[in-house]
């Protein structure tokens, strides 16, 4: 169980770093990867939000991560699979 909420922790911190960039760039607001970035973090909220609690971690992971860098542009803050 710890595994999870360590993996959870990071999600969560990724997804603030994200909040945080959205309110202070007023480029983001413009710009073309703002949807992709928001379709993402949406999927992945919709995958968390299962009503049955049958989500995947994995899918979450994936889709705030990819979020993030499309945002930041640094690979180094995606984990190694």
């Known amino acids: 169980m710890r ?3 360590i993996r959870l922790r990071r999600i969560q ?3 603030h770093e994200i909040m945080d960039k959205m309110n202070v760039d007023d480029e983001f607001n413009d710009s073309s990867t703002s949807k992709v970035v ?7 909220l919709g995958n968390l939000a299962d009503p049955f609690g049958n989500y995947s971690l994995e899918y979450v992971e994936e889709k705030v991560e990819r979020a993030h860098y499309l945002l930041f542009k640094n690979e180094k803050k995606l984990k190694t699979k």
């Open 13 to 15: 911190h990724l997804a």
């Open 38 to 44: 928001i379709d993402n973090l949406s999927r992945s």
């Open 3 to 5: 595994k999870k909420e």
